[in-house]
Nanobody
Framework: QVQLVESGGGLVQPGGSLRLSCAAS????????MGWFRQAPGKEREVVATINWNGATTSYADSVKGRFTISRDNARNTVYLQMNSLRPEDTAVYFCNARSAGWALDDVRSLFSWGQGTLVTVSS
């Protein structure tokens, strides 16, 4: 069973940047369509960005388009989320997980168990 570990979160001021990482153990991510998700306090989990198996195709939620970039390094079995121009409304716990390629962008289903996530707090 693949286990996912997210890291890179922290406290950042509005307008700042963070780079999140998602490392996998127990299996390879290279054959999977991957996604970053987030869950803010009191809100449902939502999809932030997705990437296909070789990184050639990416999709983003409208709320992060132009500010966030998803990427992957299959040799390192790791998926990344570069977050720029952060806003207070980006505050959430961020998770990564594998998805089926046929699922809609806003489909929050996942193929693996959820990791602990990494907390991103955007505040002055």
């Amino acid at each position: 069973q693949v286990q996912l570990v997210e890291s890179g979160g922290g406290l950042v001021q509005p307008g700042g940047s963070l780079r999140l990482s998602c490392a996998a153990s127990g299996g390879t991510l290279s054959i999977y369509f991957m996604g970053w998700f987030r869950q803010a306090p009191g809100k449902e989990r939502e999809v932030v960005a997705t990437i296909n198996w070789n990184g050639a195709t990416t999709s983003y939620a409208d709320s992060v388009k132009g500010r966030f970039t998803i990427s992957r390094d299959n040799a390192r079995n790791t998926v990344y989320l570069q977050m720029n121009s952060l806003r207070p409304e980006d505050t959430a716990v961020y998770f990564c997980n594998a998805r089926s390629a046929g699922w809609a962008l806003d489909d929050v289903r996942s193929l693996f168990s959820w990791g602990q996530g990494t907390l991103v707090t955007v505040s002055s």
